[in-house]
């Protein structure tokens, strides 16, 4: 069964330093994996997806993860973190049952201290 | 104008009572589901909806009744609630069920059962 793995469940860095929130999938097909973002009290936000068109995927607010197949990750990184970023981060795969379903990791919360 | 709106958005209520959380998406998306996030913030599936017809039904207890009038919308019935509903419940939206297309999430809906 297809799934993801997030280590660890906090990430502190300073505003300004490189951001790196790691994600881990298993998966027996060429996945397709998501980063979502949830700030507080909201929903959650689409940041970049992986659909096997670049393994470089650039998303929105400065974010990009790379997919790696020799090492099942599709970390994802910021080379510069801002105190608007604080937020919950979720890595997702889209399991293969023939029907689109998300199956998410178990978060990270990002903390940015000035 | 917001894609997939939920209503309401906060609500605390007693053990035993029976409750509904609407949803509506303006996306013109034929694929609509329910999450459910547990107070560790893990997501899971409960529900998927095409074209009005169930297509996943995640072992829900059957106290969760989903009904879908027409394709943009999605409502969730919950009988005889238990302490244990307590979550925060996301509605969702794909264009269809195909795999990897981007799934639009709610604001959310916070239940409280007390």
């Known amino acids: 069964a297809q799934s993801v793995t997030q280590l660890g469940s906090h990430v502190s860095v300073s505003e300004g330093a490189l951001v790196l929130l790691r994600c881990n999938y298993s998966s027996s097909v060429p996945p397709y994996l998501f980063w979502y973002v949830q700030y507080p009290n909201q929903g959650l936000q689409l940041l970049l997806k992986y659909t096997s068109a670049a393994t470089l995927v650039k998303g929105i607010n400065g974010f990009e993860a790379e997919f790696k197949k020799s090492e099942t990750s599709f970390h994802l990184t910021k080379p510069s973190a801002h105190m608007s970023d604080a937020a919950e981060y979720f890595c997702a795969v889209s399991v293969d049952t023939g029907f689109q379903k998300l199956v998410f990791g178990t978060g990270t919360r990002l903390l940015v201290s000035p | 104008d917001t894609a997939v709106s939920q209503t309401p958005k906060y609500l605390v209520t007693q053990m035993g009572n029976d409750k509904s959380i609407k949803c509506e998406q303006n996306?013109?998306?034929?694929?609509m589901y329910w999450y459910k996030q547990d107070s560790k913030k893990f997501l899971k599936i409960m529900f998927s909806y095409n074209n009005k017809e169930l297509i996943i039904n995640e072992t829900v207890p059957n106290r969760f009744s989903p009904k879908s009038p027409d394709k943009a919308h999605l409502n969730l019935h919950i009988n005889s609630l238990e302490l244990g509903d307590s979550a925060v419940y996301f509605c969702?939206?794909?264009?269809?069920?195909?795999?990897?297309?981007?799934?639009?999430f709610g604001e959310g809906s916070w239940l409280t059962v007390v």
């Open positions: 969702a939206s794909s264009q269809d069920l195909i795999s990897g297309n981007t799934i639009y």
């Open positions: 996306l013109g998306h034929d694929t």
